[in-house]
């Protein structure tokens, strides 16, 4: 059973425009929630965070919310950019382990 | 660069053929892991190492054997390869607490004919 879910297996988005991730969970138990971001014969590369207790964390144009009620959690990018297009990975964080996603591909068209 | 190194970058195995993916870190991290990416799958644990010395399951262990060599080095055996194992394994390390997560290599491209 997924305890971490994104539901959309790609999306694109026009370039200087808002890109939005989404994400649900199950576990209520998580501590802390994170993105990466992976391009083509790389590792994933660690994006942003926040912990279970915060709403929102910022960091330049990436904006993770968080909805507890809801088990939900998205990243907002703005402006979109080239370089964003990825493969973006929803994870989260229990004790020693981290879940991840099954990833969203982010297409930038110019 | 300070990082996670992997070997080798690509592999073609035959069925039945064993091979030990290599790992180290130079970080000075507590916890090293071992996932494989398939397509439309997102990346799944293999084996875990909180610390030096021991090891754990992770969410798909079988046909899979791990060492945890030293603090630096976390190798992942294939003993009898099949093609269901055909994958990118990536390691991966951590500090002890860490919100940044893990820190990955680059993968390990592994085909199995």
């Known amino acids: 059973d997924q305890q971490v879910k994104q539901n959309s297996p790609s999306l694109s988005v026009q370039e200087g425009r808002i890109s939005i991730l989404n994400c649900d969970y199950t576990?209520?138990?998580?501590?802390?929630f994170l993105w990466y971001k992976k391009y083509p014969a790389e590792g994933p590369t660690f994006l942003i965070s926040?912990?279970?207790?915060?709403d929102k964390n910022e960091d330049g144009r990436f904006t993770v919310f968080l909805n507890k009620s809801a088990k939900h959690l998205s990243l907002h990018i703005v402006p979109s950019q080239p370089g964003d297009s990825a493969v973006y990975f929803c994870?989260?964080?229990?004790?020693?382990?981290?879940?991840f996603g099954k990833g969203t591909r982010l297409h930038i068209l110019p | 660069n300070a990082g996670v190194t992997q070997t080798p970058k690509f592999q073609v195995l035959k069925t039945g053929q064993s091979m030990t993916l290599q790992c180290a870190q130079d970080?000075?991290?507590?916890?090293m892991y071992w996932y494989r990416q398939d397509p439309g799958m997102g990346l799944r644990l293999i084996y875990y190492?909180?610390?030096?010395?021991?090891?754990d399951k992770g969410e798909v262990p079988n046909g899979y054997n791990v060492s945890r060599l030293n603090k630096r080095e976390f190798s992942l055996r294939l003993e009898s390869a099949a093609p269901s194992q055909t994958s990118v394994y990536f390691c991966?390390?951590?500090?002890?607490?860490?919100?940044?997560?893990?820190?990955f290599g680059s993968g390990t491209r592994l085909t199995v004919v």
């Open positions: 991966a390390s951590r500090k002890l607490t860490g919100v940044e997560g893990y820190t």
């Open positions: 576990n209520s138990m998580f501590d802390y």
């Open positions: 926040i912990s279970s207790i915060k």
């Open positions: 994870a989260a964080n229990r004790d020693d382990k981290i879940i």
């Open positions: 970080m000075n991290h507590n916890s």
């Open positions: 190492s909180a610390s030096e010395g021991t090891t």
